[in-house]
Protein backbone atom coordinates (compact mmCIF):
# COMPACT_ATOMS: atom_id res chain seq x y z
CA UNK A 1 0.00 0.00 0.00
CA UNK A 2 3.03 2.52 0.74
CA UNK A 3 4.77 1.74 -2.64
CA UNK A 4 1.82 2.32 -4.39
CA UNK A 5 0.93 5.85 -2.78
CA UNK A 6 4.45 6.69 -3.54
CA UNK A 7 4.20 5.75 -7.08
CA UNK A 8 0.87 7.41 -7.11
CA UNK A 9 2.75 10.55 -5.91
CA UNK A 10 5.47 10.65 -7.69
CA UNK A 11 3.18 10.08 -10.84
CA UNK A 12 1.23 13.30 -10.04
CA UNK A 13 4.56 14.77 -9.29
CA UNK A 14 5.60 14.29 -13.02
CA UNK A 15 2.39 15.56 -14.17
CA UNK A 16 2.77 19.00 -12.27
CA UNK A 17 6.13 19.33 -13.74
CA UNK A 18 5.16 18.47 -17.22
CA UNK A 19 1.88 20.82 -16.93
CA UNK A 20 4.15 23.72 -15.26
CA UNK A 21 6.55 23.26 -18.25
CA UNK A 22 3.58 23.36 -20.71
CA UNK A 23 2.44 26.37 -19.54
CA UNK A 24 5.45 28.36 -19.11
CA UNK A 25 6.36 28.50 -22.42
CA UNK A 26 3.12 29.79 -23.78
CA UNK A 27 3.55 32.03 -20.71
CA UNK A 28 6.96 33.35 -22.06
CA UNK A 29 5.49 33.68 -25.62
CA UNK A 30 2.42 35.66 -24.43
CA UNK A 31 4.26 38.51 -22.66
CA UNK A 32 5.81 40.19 -25.41
CA UNK A 33 2.00 41.26 -26.43
CA UNK A 34 1.11 42.03 -23.13
CA UNK A 35 3.62 44.30 -22.69
CA UNK A 36 2.73 46.52 -26.30
CA UNK A 37 -0.93 46.49 -24.36
CA UNK A 38 0.72 47.85 -21.41
CA UNK A 39 2.37 50.70 -23.19
CA UNK A 40 -1.20 51.54 -24.70
CA UNK A 41 -2.74 51.38 -20.98
CA UNK A 42 -0.40 53.59 -20.04
CA UNK A 43 -0.94 56.48 -22.65
CA UNK A 44 -4.75 55.74 -22.14
CA UNK A 45 -5.37 56.01 -18.74
CA UNK A 46 -2.84 59.05 -18.55
CA UNK A 47 -4.99 60.67 -20.69
CA UNK A 48 -8.42 60.00 -19.14
CA UNK A 49 -7.65 61.12 -15.77
CA UNK A 50 -6.09 64.40 -17.00
CA UNK A 51 -9.27 65.02 -19.22
CA UNK A 52 -11.56 64.58 -16.34
CA UNK A 53 -9.47 66.37 -13.79
CA UNK A 54 -9.55 69.58 -16.60
CA UNK A 55 -13.31 68.70 -17.51
CA UNK A 56 -15.95 71.78 -16.01
CA UNK A 57 -18.12 69.18 -13.78
CA UNK A 58 -14.61 68.09 -12.09
CA UNK A 59 -14.04 71.72 -11.27
CA UNK A 60 -17.17 72.83 -10.38
CA UNK A 61 -17.70 70.26 -8.15
CA UNK A 62 -14.28 71.65 -6.74
CA UNK A 63 -14.92 75.17 -7.25
CA UNK A 64 -18.62 74.46 -4.49
CA UNK A 65 -16.44 72.57 -2.41
CA UNK A 66 -13.69 75.40 -1.89
CA UNK A 67 -16.21 77.98 -2.02
CA UNK A 68 -18.10 76.53 0.84
CA UNK A 69 -14.83 75.89 2.96
CA UNK A 70 -13.60 79.03 2.63
CA UNK A 71 -16.31 80.95 3.20
CA UNK A 72 -17.78 79.07 6.67
CA UNK A 73 -13.91 79.31 7.54
CA UNK A 74 -14.02 83.56 7.26
CA UNK A 75 -17.21 83.74 8.84
CA UNK A 76 -15.74 81.51 12.12
CA UNK A 77 -13.08 83.82 12.01
CA UNK A 78 -15.33 86.91 11.81
CA UNK A 79 -17.13 85.79 14.79
CA UNK A 80 -13.96 85.33 16.87
CA UNK A 81 -13.48 88.78 16.37
CA UNK A 82 -16.52 90.10 17.19
CA UNK A 83 -15.77 88.08 20.67
CA UNK A 84 -12.56 88.51 21.49
CA UNK A 85 -11.52 91.72 19.04
CA UNK A 86 -10.52 91.96 16.00
CA UNK A 87 -6.70 91.21 15.50
CA UNK A 88 -4.60 92.15 12.11
CA UNK A 89 -2.44 89.15 12.33
CA UNK A 90 -4.94 86.68 12.50
CA UNK A 91 -6.70 88.33 9.71
CA UNK A 92 -3.61 88.11 7.44
CA UNK A 93 -3.24 84.16 8.53
CA UNK A 94 -6.51 83.84 7.37
CA UNK A 95 -6.46 85.35 3.97
CA UNK A 96 -3.53 84.08 3.00
CA UNK A 97 -4.13 80.51 3.91
CA UNK A 98 -7.62 80.85 1.70
CA UNK A 99 -5.90 82.59 -1.30
CA UNK A 100 -2.88 80.11 -1.32
CA UNK A 101 -5.36 77.44 -1.17
CA UNK A 102 -7.40 78.80 -4.16
CA UNK A 103 -3.68 79.19 -5.83
CA UNK A 104 -2.82 76.06 -5.78
CA UNK A 105 -6.57 74.39 -6.56
CA UNK A 106 -6.34 76.99 -9.78
CA UNK A 107 -2.56 75.45 -10.75
CA UNK A 108 -3.67 72.05 -10.05
CA UNK A 109 -4.20 70.62 -13.22
CA UNK A 110 -0.98 72.62 -14.77
CA UNK A 111 1.80 71.86 -11.83
CA UNK A 112 0.69 68.37 -10.82
CA UNK A 113 1.15 67.13 -14.46
CA UNK A 114 4.50 68.93 -14.37
CA UNK A 115 6.12 67.57 -11.36
CA UNK A 116 5.09 64.21 -12.59
CA UNK A 117 6.72 64.41 -16.12
CA UNK A 118 9.47 66.78 -14.53
CA UNK A 119 10.29 62.85 -12.55
CA UNK A 120 10.07 60.49 -15.82
CA UNK A 121 12.73 63.04 -17.52
CA UNK A 122 15.04 62.58 -14.28
CA UNK A 123 14.18 58.72 -14.46
CA UNK A 124 15.01 58.59 -17.80
CA UNK A 125 18.64 60.83 -17.74
CA UNK A 126 19.36 58.01 -14.38
CA UNK A 127 18.74 54.96 -17.03
CA UNK A 128 20.32 56.74 -19.86
CA UNK A 129 23.06 57.08 -17.45
CA UNK A 130 23.25 53.72 -16.08
CA UNK A 131 22.70 51.58 -19.09
CA UNK A 132 25.05 53.94 -21.62
CA UNK A 133 22.31 54.52 -23.50
CA UNK A 134 22.02 58.18 -25.26
CA UNK A 135 19.58 60.21 -24.17
CA UNK A 136 16.06 59.63 -25.67
CA UNK A 137 12.72 59.14 -23.97
CA UNK A 138 12.10 55.99 -26.72
CA UNK A 139 14.93 54.47 -25.77
CA UNK A 140 14.00 54.24 -21.89
CA UNK A 141 10.28 53.17 -22.75
CA UNK A 142 11.69 50.73 -25.29
CA UNK A 143 14.02 48.88 -22.81
CA UNK A 144 11.40 46.98 -20.43
CA UNK A 145 9.71 45.71 -23.94
CA UNK A 146 13.03 44.42 -24.99
CA UNK A 147 14.16 43.19 -22.08
CA UNK A 148 11.27 41.26 -21.42
CA UNK A 149 11.20 39.90 -25.18
CA UNK A 150 15.08 38.75 -24.73
CA UNK A 151 14.20 36.64 -21.37
CA UNK A 152 11.12 35.35 -23.61
CA UNK A 153 13.15 34.34 -26.26
CA UNK A 154 15.81 33.04 -23.88
CA UNK A 155 13.08 31.21 -21.87
CA UNK A 156 11.68 29.07 -25.47
CA UNK A 157 14.87 27.84 -25.52
CA UNK A 158 15.47 26.55 -22.44
CA UNK A 159 15.01 22.61 -22.36
CA UNK A 160 15.96 19.76 -20.48
CA UNK A 161 19.02 17.17 -21.33
CA UNK A 162 16.95 14.81 -23.50
CA UNK A 163 16.67 13.16 -26.30
CA UNK A 164 15.37 15.05 -29.21
CA UNK A 165 13.21 11.86 -30.04
CA UNK A 166 12.24 11.84 -26.35
CA UNK A 167 12.00 15.70 -25.86
CA UNK A 168 8.10 15.56 -27.90
CA UNK A 169 6.14 18.32 -26.31
CA UNK A 170 2.97 17.26 -27.77
CA UNK A 171 3.16 13.57 -26.43
CA UNK A 172 3.22 13.65 -23.10
CA UNK A 173 4.00 9.83 -22.43
CA UNK A 174 7.66 10.98 -23.91
CA UNK A 175 8.19 13.78 -21.87
CA UNK A 176 7.14 11.15 -18.62
CA UNK A 177 9.81 8.68 -19.88
CA UNK A 178 11.89 11.62 -19.60
CA UNK A 179 10.82 12.75 -16.36
CA UNK A 180 11.54 9.68 -14.93
CA UNK A 181 14.85 9.41 -16.30
CA UNK A 182 16.23 12.72 -14.95
CA UNK A 183 14.01 14.21 -12.75
CA UNK A 184 16.67 17.18 -12.10
CA UNK A 185 17.03 18.33 -15.28
CA UNK A 186 13.31 19.18 -15.87
CA UNK A 187 12.81 20.51 -11.89
CA UNK A 188 15.65 22.57 -12.77
CA UNK A 189 14.16 23.78 -16.40
CA UNK A 190 10.52 24.41 -14.84
CA UNK A 191 12.05 26.28 -11.66
CA UNK A 192 14.29 29.08 -14.56
CA UNK A 193 11.40 29.17 -16.63
CA UNK A 194 9.47 29.92 -13.60
CA UNK A 195 11.73 32.26 -12.15
CA UNK A 196 12.14 33.92 -15.97
CA UNK A 197 8.94 34.09 -16.14
CA UNK A 198 8.26 36.15 -12.88
CA UNK A 199 10.54 38.34 -13.62
CA UNK A 200 8.82 39.29 -16.65
CA UNK A 201 6.08 40.23 -15.23
CA UNK A 202 7.77 41.96 -11.93
CA UNK A 203 9.17 44.53 -14.85
CA UNK A 204 5.73 44.82 -16.47
CA UNK A 205 4.37 45.68 -13.40
CA UNK A 206 6.56 47.75 -11.84
CA UNK A 207 6.72 49.58 -15.70
CA UNK A 208 2.84 49.92 -15.46
CA UNK A 209 2.76 50.47 -11.10
CA UNK A 210 4.11 54.27 -11.20
CA UNK A 211 1.70 55.73 -13.98
CA UNK A 212 -1.51 53.46 -12.43
CA UNK A 213 -0.69 55.44 -9.03
CA UNK A 214 0.07 58.44 -10.27
CA UNK A 215 -3.78 58.38 -12.07
CA UNK A 216 -4.90 57.85 -8.67
CA UNK A 217 -2.67 60.84 -7.27
CA UNK A 218 -4.25 63.27 -10.06
CA UNK A 219 -7.91 62.26 -9.29
CA UNK A 220 -8.46 62.38 -5.93
CA UNK A 221 -6.23 65.25 -5.56
CA UNK A 222 -7.71 68.12 -6.09
CA UNK A 223 -10.54 66.92 -3.74
CA UNK A 224 -8.40 66.63 -0.72
CA UNK A 225 -7.05 70.73 -1.35
CA UNK A 226 -9.50 72.29 0.16
CA UNK A 227 -9.36 70.70 3.50
CA UNK A 228 -5.83 71.98 4.04
CA UNK A 229 -8.25 75.04 5.16
CA UNK A 230 -8.76 73.56 8.53
CA UNK A 231 -6.53 72.13 10.97
CA UNK A 232 -8.35 69.18 12.05
CA UNK A 233 -8.97 68.01 8.13
CA UNK A 234 -5.62 69.29 6.86
CA UNK A 235 -4.17 65.42 7.71
CA UNK A 236 -6.30 64.48 4.08
CA UNK A 237 -4.40 67.04 1.96
CA UNK A 238 -0.94 66.14 3.79
CA UNK A 239 -1.75 62.43 3.74
CA UNK A 240 -2.11 62.82 0.05
CA UNK A 241 1.17 65.25 -0.46
CA UNK A 242 2.91 62.57 1.18
CA UNK A 243 1.29 59.89 -1.80
CA UNK A 244 1.99 61.91 -4.56
CA UNK A 245 5.79 62.83 -3.52
CA UNK A 246 6.16 58.63 -2.60
CA UNK A 247 4.31 58.41 -6.61
CA UNK A 248 7.57 61.07 -7.85
CA UNK A 249 10.10 59.51 -5.86
CA UNK A 250 8.52 55.56 -6.97
CA UNK A 251 8.76 56.62 -10.98
CA UNK A 252 12.61 57.57 -10.22
CA UNK A 253 13.55 54.51 -8.44
CA UNK A 254 11.59 52.50 -10.47
CA UNK A 255 13.89 53.47 -13.74
CA UNK A 256 17.00 53.16 -11.41
CA UNK A 257 16.32 49.64 -10.20
CA UNK A 258 15.32 48.47 -13.74
CA UNK A 259 18.55 50.00 -15.47
CA UNK A 260 20.42 48.28 -12.74
CA UNK A 261 18.82 44.77 -13.92
CA UNK A 262 18.77 45.35 -17.18
CA UNK A 263 22.80 45.84 -16.67
CA UNK A 264 23.47 42.16 -14.48
CA UNK A 265 21.28 40.46 -16.71
CA UNK A 266 23.27 41.57 -20.26
CA UNK A 267 26.63 41.39 -18.21
CA UNK A 268 25.83 38.11 -17.52
CA UNK A 269 24.87 37.25 -21.13
CA UNK A 270 28.29 39.07 -22.09
CA UNK A 271 26.12 41.75 -24.13
CA UNK A 272 25.35 45.45 -23.31
CA UNK A 273 22.33 47.59 -23.23
CA UNK A 274 22.85 49.53 -26.61
CA UNK A 275 22.93 45.89 -28.45
CA UNK A 276 19.35 44.91 -26.48
CA UNK A 277 17.71 47.71 -27.57
CA UNK A 278 18.89 49.11 -31.67
CA UNK A 279 18.51 45.10 -32.05
CA UNK A 280 21.61 43.69 -32.31
CA UNK A 281 21.94 41.61 -29.69
CA UNK A 282 22.04 37.58 -30.35
CA UNK A 283 21.17 35.68 -27.74
CA UNK A 284 23.34 32.37 -27.69
CA UNK A 285 21.35 29.53 -27.79
CA UNK A 286 21.19 28.20 -24.23
CA UNK A 287 22.87 24.47 -23.88
CA UNK A 288 20.81 21.50 -22.77
CA UNK A 289 20.30 21.78 -18.61
CA UNK A 290 20.97 18.97 -16.79
CA UNK A 291 21.17 20.11 -13.39
CA UNK A 292 20.97 23.37 -11.63
CA UNK A 293 24.99 23.86 -11.68
CA UNK A 294 23.51 25.15 -15.31
CA UNK A 295 20.97 27.56 -14.52
CA UNK A 296 22.61 28.85 -11.34
CA UNK A 297 23.62 31.87 -12.42
CA UNK A 298 20.95 33.30 -14.74
CA UNK A 299 18.63 32.03 -11.72
CA UNK A 300 20.63 34.34 -8.86
CA UNK A 301 20.23 37.63 -11.36
CA UNK A 302 16.89 37.59 -12.34
CA UNK A 303 15.94 36.74 -8.28
CA UNK A 304 18.21 39.50 -7.57
CA UNK A 305 16.06 41.06 -9.97
CA UNK A 306 12.73 40.68 -8.98
CA UNK A 307 13.45 40.95 -5.25
CA UNK A 308 14.70 44.58 -6.00
CA UNK A 309 11.52 45.77 -8.36
CA UNK A 310 9.56 44.21 -5.72
CA UNK A 311 11.18 46.35 -3.26
CA UNK A 312 11.06 49.34 -5.36
CA UNK A 313 7.93 51.05 -3.34
CA UNK A 314 9.69 49.77 0.20
CA UNK A 315 12.95 52.31 -1.43
CA UNK A 316 10.43 55.18 -2.26
CA UNK A 317 8.46 54.79 1.00
CA UNK A 318 11.46 55.10 2.96
CA UNK A 319 12.55 58.29 1.11
CA UNK A 320 9.02 60.14 2.04
CA UNK A 321 9.02 58.76 5.04
CA UNK A 322 10.96 61.88 6.65
CA UNK A 323 8.19 64.22 5.04
CA UNK A 324 5.62 63.01 7.91
CA UNK A 325 8.39 64.95 10.80
CA UNK A 326 10.65 67.14 8.45
CA UNK A 327 7.66 69.59 6.50
CA UNK A 328 5.53 68.50 4.20
CA UNK A 329 2.67 70.31 6.19
CA UNK A 330 0.99 73.88 3.93
CA UNK A 331 0.36 74.85 7.36
CA UNK A 332 3.98 75.83 8.09
CA UNK A 333 3.90 78.12 5.13
CA UNK A 334 0.96 79.83 5.93
CA UNK A 335 2.55 79.53 10.22
CA UNK A 336 5.51 81.28 8.83
CA UNK A 337 3.74 84.03 6.99
CA UNK A 338 1.81 84.83 10.16
CA UNK A 339 5.07 84.60 12.15
CA UNK A 340 6.07 87.02 9.45
CA UNK A 341 3.55 89.43 9.54
CA UNK A 342 3.21 89.60 13.30
CA UNK A 343 6.69 89.98 13.55
CA UNK A 344 6.10 93.22 11.32
CA UNK A 345 2.95 94.35 13.34
CA UNK A 346 4.63 94.48 16.66
CA UNK A 347 7.79 96.17 15.07
CA UNK A 348 5.42 98.92 13.84
CA UNK A 349 3.91 99.28 16.92
CA UNK A 350 7.02 99.56 19.06
CA UNK A 351 7.92 102.01 16.59
CA UNK A 352 4.56 104.08 17.20
CA UNK A 353 4.72 103.29 20.76
CA UNK A 354 8.02 104.65 20.55
CA UNK A 355 7.05 107.92 18.44
CA UNK A 356 3.86 108.14 20.79
CA UNK A 357 6.63 108.61 23.85
CA UNK A 358 8.40 111.11 22.06
CA UNK A 359 5.86 112.99 21.30
CA UNK A 360 4.59 113.00 24.76
CA UNK A 361 7.50 114.40 25.60
CA UNK A 362 8.14 117.03 23.31
CA UNK A 363 4.65 117.88 24.22
CA UNK A 364 5.54 117.98 28.47
CA UNK A 365 8.12 119.29 27.13
CA UNK A 366 6.65 122.63 25.15
CA UNK A 367 4.07 122.64 27.99
CA UNK A 368 6.68 123.19 30.23
CA UNK A 369 8.30 126.08 28.21
CA UNK A 370 4.64 127.44 27.40
CA UNK A 371 4.31 127.35 30.97
CA UNK A 372 7.07 129.24 31.69
CA UNK A 373 7.16 131.67 29.45
CA UNK A 374 3.43 132.55 30.35
CA UNK A 375 4.82 133.35 33.78
CA UNK A 376 7.58 135.52 32.32
CA UNK A 377 5.23 137.16 29.91
CA UNK A 378 2.77 137.96 33.18
CA UNK A 379 5.55 139.22 35.33
CA UNK A 380 6.76 141.65 32.34
CA UNK A 381 3.16 142.74 32.15
CA UNK A 382 2.49 143.23 35.87
CA UNK A 383 5.93 144.67 36.50
CA UNK A 384 5.37 147.26 33.50
CA UNK A 385 1.88 147.86 34.72
CA UNK A 386 3.74 149.14 37.44
CA UNK A 387 6.81 150.39 35.98
CA UNK A 388 5.07 153.64 34.22
CA UNK A 389 3.50 155.20 37.00
CA UNK A 390 6.69 155.15 38.90
CA UNK A 391 8.95 156.45 36.14
CA UNK A 392 6.20 159.24 35.36
CA UNK A 393 6.55 160.48 39.31
CA UNK A 394 9.82 160.69 39.77
CA UNK A 395 10.00 162.38 36.40
CA UNK A 396 7.85 164.94 37.49
CA UNK A 397 9.69 165.05 40.96
CA UNK A 398 12.65 165.89 38.81
CA UNK A 399 11.37 168.36 36.84
CA UNK A 400 9.72 170.12 40.13
CA UNK A 401 13.45 170.13 41.64
CA UNK A 402 14.94 171.67 38.36
CA UNK A 403 12.24 174.14 38.00
CA UNK A 404 12.68 175.04 41.41
CA UNK A 405 16.90 175.57 41.20
CA UNK A 406 16.28 177.43 37.98
CA UNK A 407 13.69 180.01 39.88
CA UNK A 408 16.46 180.33 42.54
CA UNK A 409 18.92 181.29 40.51
CA UNK A 410 16.65 184.32 38.46
CA UNK A 411 17.88 183.67 35.60
CA UNK A 412 21.98 184.36 35.78
CA UNK A 413 23.32 181.87 33.68
CA UNK A 414 20.92 183.26 30.47
CA UNK A 415 22.52 187.09 31.53
CA UNK A 416 26.02 186.04 32.03
CA UNK A 417 26.09 184.71 28.33
CA UNK A 418 27.09 181.07 29.75
CA UNK A 419 25.46 178.19 28.10
CA UNK A 420 22.36 176.95 28.77
CA UNK A 421 22.81 173.77 30.89
CA UNK A 422 22.85 170.06 29.68
CA UNK A 423 23.79 171.21 25.48
CA UNK A 424 25.31 168.43 23.79
CA UNK A 425 28.00 168.34 21.58
CA UNK A 426 25.37 168.82 18.44
CA UNK A 427 24.16 172.08 19.63
CA UNK A 428 21.23 170.91 20.71
CA UNK A 429 19.32 171.39 23.72
CA UNK A 430 19.41 168.27 25.27
CA UNK A 431 16.05 168.74 27.98
CA UNK A 432 14.94 166.78 30.89
CA UNK A 433 12.81 164.71 28.42
CA UNK A 434 16.08 163.25 26.77
CA UNK A 435 17.27 160.00 26.23
CA UNK A 436 20.56 160.23 28.75
CA UNK A 437 18.42 162.13 31.58
CA UNK A 438 15.70 159.80 30.40
CA UNK A 439 17.93 156.91 31.51
CA UNK A 440 19.49 158.76 34.35
CA UNK A 441 15.67 159.19 35.80
CA UNK A 442 15.03 155.79 35.15
CA UNK A 443 17.92 154.73 36.91
CA UNK A 444 17.65 156.40 39.76
CA UNK A 445 13.77 155.57 39.66
CA UNK A 446 15.17 151.86 39.72
CA UNK A 447 16.99 152.49 41.96
CA UNK A 448 14.67 154.45 44.29
CA UNK A 449 12.21 151.52 43.73
Not at 410 to 420: A, D, K, L, V, W
Request: charged share 15%; glycine share 8%.
Amino acid sequence: MTAVSRSARGAAFSLVLIALVCVALPAHAGLGDAFSVVDKYETQIVERVTQVVKGPEMKRVIATLFTVMAASLFLMKCAGWALRGFQLDDMVYTMMQILLTGAMISSFPVVVPAIFDASLYVGHIMLSGITGLSYDPQHASTLPRALVQMMVDYGKSLRPDCPDSVLDWLNPMKLLACVKGSIVMVVATVAMSVVMLVLCMVVMAVDVWGFWIYAIALAIGPLMLPFSLYPRLAFLFEGWLRFFFGVVVYVIVARVNLSLVAVAIMAYQKSSITALVSGGFLLPVAAPIKDFASVLGMMLFCAVGIFTLLATGRFSSAIVAGAAAGGLNLGSVVSKTKQVVQKGVKERQQRRQQASHRDRMNAAYTDRLVRTSDIVEDYAENTLQRLPSKVIWAEVSRRKAERAARSSNGGQGSRRGGRPPNRGTNGRNNGPNSGPQRRSGRSRAGGST
